[in-house]
């Protein structure tokens, strides 16, 4: 392959064996990234959708299209046994950046997809799950009344309500946990 030497792990009079690396050869006419996605996202990539590339090296972020997913999902961490990840390569859209981005560098990734034309969110904090399913506390005339929920997607910030909230009702955020069904509140501003 053609490319430029990144490093170099012997110096000249050092034995090395068949198994040993000598150097280690970049290609940067052909710059990719890895993205690594979570498992419950993982169906809504698509081979060939758009993202944006951005790093600290770089001044505005740069187009990328996803060219391959992998097979098989991987551990995230020691940790985090049971959290998964699938990672993807991402094509870099111009090689312009050639020269800021390099093989090692940490960037991030970012897409976006329509999962729903029109959706009633509501903040996750609201949502409270108890045995009986998801509620919410909705404040009618000063009082919160418990009010049951079918929820949809998720993000880490808000919660897609699909049925039991109307838009314009106003749902308990905070304080929730003592919270008792028909008690009075007052809306307070955050």
Do not use: C
């Amino acid at each position: 392959m053609d490319g430029r030497v990144a490093r170099r792990y012997v110096d000249v009079g050092d034995l090395v064996g068949p198994s040993f690396p000598a150097f280690s050869i970049a290609d940067t006419n052909n710059i990719w990234v890895t993205a690594e996605v979570d498992e419950e996202d993982i169906a809504l990539v698509r081979k060939g959708d758009a993202v944006q590339v951005s790093a600290e090296a770089l001044v505005d972020p740069v187009n990328g299209t996803i060219i391959e997913i992998a097979p098989a999902a991987i551990s995230r961490g020691l940790e985090q046994v049971r959290a998964k990840i699938i990672r993807t390569k991402v094509r870099l859209d111009d090689n312009e950046h050639s020269d800021v981005l390099r093989p090692g560098m940490e960037v991030d990734v970012n897409g976006s997809v329509l999962l729903v034309e029109d959706a009633l969110l509501i903040p996750l904090e609201a949502l409270m799950e108890r045995d009986d399913g998801p509620s919410v506390f909705v404040v009618r005339g000063g009082t919160a009344r418990q009010t049951e929920v079918s929820t949809g997607r998720r993000t880490y910030e808000f919660v897609q309500v699909i049925s039991g909230l109307e838009e314009g009702d106003m749902v308990v955020v905070s304080d929730k946990d003592d919270l008792k069904d028909g008690q009075r509140v007052r809306a307070r501003a955050e």
